[in-house]
């Protein structure tokens, strides 16, 4: 009887554990969605050259790509790639095509690029070249972060094909292999150079955070938690900003020194601001939008940074004028990705992906 007692509790916890599990793939974290907004605040923040002090806005990206990747295919894997491409790829090709065009017309706006059909090329289909001044960049320059993401899919995509179950292990070993291989042949192949620069291993830190979240979600108190841990946490994460901040222009982050001084601290703030999550903590709705926005927030501040810098306020250095028009430049900036958000993102991906997966979808019904 005792046996049977034993057991009856043992499986009745793991249907408990089970149903969390699935329950926590289902949910959308709103302080994460938040953290996106906050991290793409750092970035237009770089861009503000006598601030200069949000490069690591980044670091977070790749942290909460890992994870989300990771989240997002926990139960349908189905056309992911073609999901991820429809997703990104047509405000990224506009803004590509836009540069060109640009670079044609205004040439004396850009210091390194030209309007090189090669470079164009390249930049659309993500092959990794010298665009001048030693950088390895797209004509988009900021682009260079999307290249990163699409390789880690094209990864992912295929550590999914070998093993959906352990596809978070097999895409975290290519990416220590292609780190490994950078580090090890000849640094003059600019794709191996590019794709196993060491910032790559940071999706393998949103990938050990997708773990780590989940088991927090599983054995999160159902009632009376502790706010100490939830005080504790904020405290933390406001720590690692001030150390970001400070390493920003204290320390050299470059190569692998870049994961450990950047890399580590974001993830430790996106784990926390997951935790903090758990709270049923309201997050501003501001934030959130702003998180929706992020991907085109990231594309759409820099050419009016860059203009508002040149043209009318001049960020070299602080004065009340370069203050006003750091204001200008964010409040721009957010116009601009609200509206690209809700006219590309949803409208013309939503249009794409209704019309290509949809028929791929019939396709394979009807030859199943």
């Given amino acids: 009887m005792a046996g049977n007692r034993e057991n009856s509790l043992e499986n009745s916890r793991g249907q408990v554990s089970q149903n969390k599990a699935w329950d926590f793939h289902r949910q959308r974290f709103d302080s994460i969605q938040a953290l996106r907004g906050v991290a793409a605040l750092f970035v237009v923040l770089e861009h ?3 601030l200069s002090c949000g490069a690591f806005g980044v670091d ?8 989300m990747i990771m989240h997002s295919t926990y139960e349908k894997s189905e056309f992911f790639l073609r999901k991820r491409l429809i997703r990104i790829l047509p405000l990224y090709y506009l803004m590509t ?12 706006m850009f210091l390194q690029s030209k309007a090189d059909p090669i470079f164009l090329a390249k930049s659309l289909l993500f092959i990794p070249f010298h665009i001048g001044d030693g950088a390895i960049q797209p004509l988009m320059r900021i682009g ?27 895409c975290s070993g290519f990416l220590i292999l292609m780190a490994a291989a950078a580090r ?40 009376n938690p502790s706010p100490a841990a939830r005080n504790f946490s904020v405290l933390c994460i406001v720590l690692c900003f001030g150390g970001l901040l400070v390493s920003r222009h204290t320390m050299d982050v470059a190569g692998f020194r870049r994961p450990i001084l950047w890399g580590l601290p974001a993830a430790v703030i996106v784990l926390l ?6 709270y049923n903590v309201k997050m501003p709705s501001s934030l959130i939008q702003l998180g929706n926005a992020s991907f085109s927030l990231y594309f759409m501040h820099y050419y009016p940074v860059m203009l508002l810098d040149r043209a009318v306020f001049d960020f070299s250095a602080v004065s009340p ?32 992906a209704g019309h290509l997966l949809k028929n791929q979808f019939s396709r394979s019904k009807t030859e199943t």
């Avoid at 927090?216 to 009632?223: I, K």
């Avoid at 601001?273 to 758990?278: A, D, E, K, Q």
């Avoid at 203050?323 to 013309?348: N, Q």
């Fill in 184 to 223: 090890l042949s000849s640094p003059f192949w600019v794709p191996l150079r590019f794709y196993g620069d060491p910032i790559m291993l940071e999706f393998i830190f949103g990938i050990l955070i997708y773990y780590a979240a989940r088991r927090l979600y599983q054995n999160f108190p159902s009632s």
């Fill in 97 to 108: 095509l836009g540069t060109f065009l640009l670079l044609l017309l205004f040439p004396e």
């Fill in 273 to 278: 601001t997951f935790f903090i999550g758990l």
């Fill in 48 to 50: 503000i050259r006598f």
């Fill in 321 to 352: 004028k370069a203050l006003l028009g750091t204001g200008a430049a964010v409040a721009l900036s957010v116009i601009l990705a609200l509206v690209s958000r809700e006219l590309l993102e949803k409208r013309l991906s939503g249009f794409l």
């Fill in 60 to 67: 977070i990206f790749f942290c909460i790509s890992g994870f």
């Fill in 144 to 170: 260079w972060t999307l290249n990163c993401e699409i390789f880690f899919y094209v990864l992912f995509y295929i550590a999914m094909s070998i093993s959906h179950k352990y596809r978070g292990l097999i």
